[in-house]
């Protein structure tokens, strides 16, 4: 264990954790919502520092990571824990169980994913699986040891943090795929046990400082409606119309039991996006095949995805290899 960052002593021994906007006021022996801090005799401290419930090699793609450095692997962990209760949250085992894991310290995952670059050309770290934010204080350490190594630092994740450690972390990650479950606040409140405004801070901050992606998980019913996606989509045009975004399949898992997310869902939600914002993909669905990438000026194929198989075809360095289009595509190393 060790101590936490971000939260503050009050009276009777009880401890206020700042990090994320469940802002957990926890009593002497208790754990905050997302499991992974404990107030021990006053002191706030983080169960999950250094504890590696899974990792492996994964393509960029996975994360999903389409317009940076597409066709590469990255080293990828995990740890316990989360600051949400997603009704159908495809990692709960380790999200909301107790998993085995192995404890690493930062040096130790730096050299294993710097043997990971030397055997498979790895490009760095992405912390993903469950949610990196609550174990902030071995990812802040462990990135900031991989930058000194010239590996990068990716961030799957809810966006769920409080401004100021986000502010202090953002300098370290080099890309995101950030989370927007849904796009009302009822949708939040009632499958994820959050709220949305926090999430959508994290994106407007995030995109200042490095690459951003966005997935959508669409569940039929809950968040799947036009308004709500014409919202979503209104939202990212008006930061940056060529912020790539994830329209991503549900499947039953955890506590929803209802049926797969139809394909006529996905294809609306991709067209409505398409009006607006350059780069719409549908995750999940590889019958689709909606997952390669065009020139947004002259429509030429650019990646070419079947599965995690990826096969660049028409960029030249950071340009459409047709019509030299100035591309938003992170591709060379």
Known sequence: MQEARYYEKLDEDRVWCHLCPQNCKIAPGRRGFCRGRQN??????????GKITSWGVDPIEKKPLYHYYPGANIFSVGTFGCNFRCGFCQNWEIAHGDPAFRQVTPEELVAIAMEARERGGSIGIAYTY????????FVYDTAA?????????????NGYIQREPLAELLPLIDAMNIDVKGFTEGYYREICSGR??????????????????????LVEGKNDGE???????????????????HFSRYFPNYK???????LEVLLRARDIARRRLKYVYI??????????????QCGHLLIERSGYGVEIKG???????????????????
């Open 227 to 245: 308004e709500e996606i014409a919202s979503l989509v209104d939202w990212v045009a008006s930061l940056d119309t060529s912020i790539p975004l």
């Open 145 to 157: 040891r991989a930058r000194g190594k010239g590996l990068k630092n990716v961030l799957v994740t």
């Open 256 to 262: 929803f039991d209802q049926p797969p997310t139809s």
């Open 196 to 217: 949305l405004e926090p999430v959508l801070r994290t994106v407007e901050m995030a995109k200042e400082f490095c690459h951003v992606e966005i997935t959508n998980l």
């Open 315 to 333: 960029l030249a360095g950071g340009r459409c290899r047709k019509c030299g289009e100035k591309l938003e595509i992170i591709n060379e190393r």
């Open 40 to 49: 021990i005799e006053g002191v706030l401290y983080t169960l999950n520092y």
């Open 130 to 137: 469950s949610e990196p934010l609550i174990w902030y204080e």
């Open 283 to 296: 995750g999940n669905a590889w019958e689709l095949d909606a997952n390669d990438t065009f020139c947004p």
